[in-house]
């Protein structure tokens, strides 16, 4: 067999040497320099069984296509693939491509890979969720079964050193890609111009600039339809490339034609296939990646800008067989402002899936394997989570469940819907309810929705009737199909086929009960609360809700996607409980409470229940004033409060903060039962136990409720400010030269007219003498006649009354 002469085949005998010297091995290469096809057909000739892992379907279909073109033979023969629902090899068969996701599926069934000699992990730089598990299970595998498996790993960019230290500091080999130069042009959009009306602009200025065909890059398949229909050009085939489309349509896409072609493309061609004839490229600067999809709760995807990486490697296929051009849509000041490389999946998607294949791996948490990055621990940790709930693992092991759920290769909630709804409506409903789940509808009502797609034809509808029929093939052990989930009425009924339960069993925490009212809000039994658009079609006290938005600022979320349902549905497919719930809610409320999440089913009341928390919480939530305060009770708290402030412990803090801080050191709730108890409880005596002692015994020393001035009288000291203050008469404090002080602290004294008005406030008695008592004394002696003014009142004597002056 004689390879073609591309840039890998100079560096083909160092891959082999160092796969035969190390075991494991790195190759950099760029795309089509030929990595995909001419490495697995020279490591199968050097002995052995190649498996080769690509991260999308698309590309291991191309590669194998490809791969059994060079050899002359049909695919299936020498070269066969295996990905999602098709698969074409034989017992002659020497190199298998597969997607990543598959290849972890039959390391979890046979960790030892019997027969296989090589494994080729293709595109490691991409950072694929599956791929990046695959390459932890598989050094696993390596370091405890099989230290004869030989692991290849090839990436399209540099920054290889992290990858070749995993695989145990691999030698890194790098081929040369033979390119030519690249000319870039900056085509911003246009204020408020979309995307795929950017990218049209660029793909015409690509084609009015040169020869050659065009390769655009857009992030789904939904901008590539609507740039399709911007781009009618009667001499020009226009041609989509992405995931979605039949076999027949991606091959269709990547074969030369003798007219000129544009090609739209998702993120499938930047690597991982050769497009060839391409001389320009128009590249959006955004692609989709995975996040979690809050409105399924599945994972998902989002539009993002591509980094910097992505961006060279999308260029470069201009590059391949001539000068080219390479078309930016975005501006050229923004080209550094880029990421460097892509966010790898395992920091940013949904982890649920992940979680599970740990568990099959009897490693839950990951610690036990070798990460390129470990999983989020947060992330995983709600994985795990949602695995207990679903019943595919008990304490972290991985149940027998479990374990039939990974091998149906969905999301746990699908593989959950679709293996208990099959027991229960039947597997072709369950699987055509799978289906819509797992790529979403357009109407709001489930039925409706299932309805059309069974009666359309259009590309939609019939890629989602060959999932149905793929995941109903899934079921074909009907032990598996047995129904696993429990409910108050398990067993005791059979439903027809109501896709209502597939979706709750899917989504159990979205089972949904309308509130009372006229506007249709419902309550889910997660919590949240989300109301039916207009139009819907759907009027039904329960839902069982497949999709829901939540927009920034609006009080509720927006129900995309359910079903009608009703309380037994809801009861067989959620979680039920029984609890006895002691709240307050302006009073003391204590009932049993039949629940399905936050939903309430029923309710009576509850005798003999322990309400002290209630209590407490009432206290917090209304206030010490709840409790009987007397004006003495009062008093003894600012005073508490003055002693804590000015000498600290052992003297306590007695705000309203602290007190609810502790309860129950200084307050018996043991009588109380309702709010009118609280009342009857006197504060006072409860405020006595907080008390310091023996240092309480100095109590009225420090802080008295009353101090004696030079009168007799005994006067109330006010604590209720920053410092004492005491308010008497002028009069009365004849002959005090000195400030009186509590705990150290001067008493701020409002020296009262005879009327009672403020005449002066002073916390400097002796000054006050000297330099204020004159100018006091001349604006009073006038109106108070009757009043002793002396000129001296430092050895004046003091009077509660009235003296005439003689």
């Known amino acids: 067999m004689k390879l073609p002469d591309l840039p890998v085949r100079a560096v083909l005998p160092d891959v082999l040497a160092a796969l035969d010297a190390h075991g494991t091995a790195v190759l950099v290469a760029p795309p089509g320099t030929g990595k995909t096809t001419l490495v697995p ?30 050899l002359g033979e049909p695919v299936g023969e020498t070269v066969g693939y295996a990905v999602r629902g098709d698969r074409k090899v034989s017992a002659r068969t020497r190199v298998e491509v597969v997607t990543s996701g598959l290849l ?35 050094l696993d595998v390596r370091a405890g079964l099989r230290d004869d498996l030989r692991l290849l790993a090839t990436s399209a960019t540099v920054a290889a050193g992290r990858l070749a230290s995993l695989l145990g500091n691999a030698p890194v080999v790098t081929a040369e890609a033979r390119t030519y130069p690249i000319s870039y042009s900056y085509l911003p959009p246009a204020r408020g111009e979309r995307v795929e009306a950017c990218v049209a602009r660029a793909v015409r200025t690509a084609l009015s600039s040169g020869e050659g065909d065009v390769l655009a890059f857009l992030p789904g398949a939904g901008e590539i339809a609507r740039t399709s229909n911007l781009l009618r050009l009667s001499d020009v085939d226009v041609l989509p490339l992405h995931g979605r489309l039949s076999a027949a349509h991606q091959d269709d896409a990547l074969r030369p034609r003798d007219r000129r072609r544009v090609v739209l493309a998702t993120a499938v061609a930047e690597s991982s296939l050769t497009v060839p004839g391409v001389r320009a490229v128009v590249d959006s600067g955004l692609a989709r990646v995975p996040r979690v999809d809050h409105r399924r709760g599945l994972p998902g995807l989002a539009t993002v800008r591509v980094s910097a990486a992505v961006a060279t490697q999308r260029s470069g296929r201009a590059g391949r067989e001539g000068p080219g051009r390479a078309y930016r849509c975005w501006a050229e000041n923004e080209q550094s402002l880029l990421p460097a490389y892509p966010e790898p999946e395992i920091r940013t998607a949904e982890l ?39 019943g595919a693992t008990s304490g972290g092991v991985v149940t027998a469940r479990g374990r039939r759920m990974a091998e149906l290769g969905l999301h746990p909630r699908l593989a959950r819907a679709l293996l208990d709804g099959a027991a229960e409506v039947g597997a072709r409903n369950a699987a055509e309810v799978v289906a819509l789940l797992d790529a979403g509808g357009t109407l709001t009502d489930v039925e409706a929705e299932l309805r059309r797609l069974r009666s359309a034809t259009d590309a939609p509808s019939r890629r989602w009737k060959q999932d149905a029929r ?68 759907l009027d039904a006290e329960w839902l069982a809700v497949a999709e829901a938005t939540r927009d920034p600022g609006r009080v509720h979320g927006t129900i995309r996607l359910a079903a009608a349902a009703d309380e037994r549905l809801a009861v067989r497919a959620g979680s039920v409980s029984e609890v006895d719930e002691v709240t307050w ?12 999440g936050a939903i309430v089913l029923s309710e009576r009341p509850l005798k003999d229940a322990n309400v002290h928390d209630a209590l407490v919480a009432g206290l917090r939530a209304e206030g010490l004033g709840l409790l009987r305060w007397r004006p003495d009770t009062t008093r003894l708290r600012e005073r508490l409060a003055f002693l804590h402030e000015v000498l600290g412990p052992p003297w306590p803090a007695v705000d309203d903060a602290a007190l609810l801080s502790d309860v129950d050191r200084w307050l018996d709730l043991s009588g109380a039962r309702r709010k009118a108890d609280l009342a009857a409880i006197d504060a006072g005596t409860a405020l006595k136990a907080l008390l310091p002692w023996p ?19 005994h006067i109330r000291v006010d604590y209720r400010g920053d410092r004492p203050v005491l308010a008497v008469k002028l009069q009365e404090t004849f002959g005090w030269t000195e400030t009186p002080t509590l705990a150290g602290v001067p008493v701020v004294l409002h020296l009262l007219s005879p009327a ?6 002073t916390a400097d008695l002796a000054g006050f003498w000297t330099t204020g008592y004159p100018a006091v004394r001349a604006d009073l002696r006038g109106r108070y006649p009757k009043h002793p003014w002396p000129e001296d009142p430092a050895t004046a004597a003091p009077t509660r009354h009235t003296r005439r002056r003689g």
């Open 756 to 761: 009672g008005r403020p005449a002066a406030i």
């Open 352 to 390: 649920a899936r992940l979680a599970l294949e740990l568990a099959c791996w009897s490693t839950p948490d990951g610690s036990g394997l070798a990460w390129w990055d470990p999983p989020g621990e947060g992330a995983l940790a709600a994985g795990r989570a949602l695995l207990e709930t679903l």
């Open 585 to 596: 809610d302006g009073d003391v409320v204590a009932r049993r409470v039949r629940k399905l």
């Open 41 to 70: 057909l020279a490591l199968a000739s050097d002995g052995g069984r190649v498996v080769v892992a690509e991260p999308r379907r698309l590309a291991a279909r191309a590669a194998a296509t490809r791969m059994a073109a060079l």
């Open 470 to 537: 793929r995941l109903e093939s899934l079921l074909t052990d009907r032990k598996s199909v047995k129904a696993s989930f429990t409910g108050e009425n398990a067993g005791k009924e059979a439903f027809t086929a109501d896709p209502a339960l597939v979706v709750a069993l899917a989504h159990p925490e979205r089972l949904a009960k309308r509130r009372p009212g006229g506007a249709p809000v419902y309550l889910m039994a997660g919590g949240t609360a989300a109301e039916l658009p207009p139009g819907s079609g």
């Open 695 to 713: 240092e309480a015994a100095k109590l009225d020393d420090l802080a008295p409720d009353r101090l004696e001035v030079p009168s007799g009288s």
């Open 104 to 138: 972890v599926r039959r390391v979890q069934g046979d960790p030892e890979l019997p027969g296989v000699s090589t494994v080729l992990l293709d595109e490691c730089h991409e950072r694929h969720l599956d791929a990046d598990l695959l390459l932890a299970l598989l």
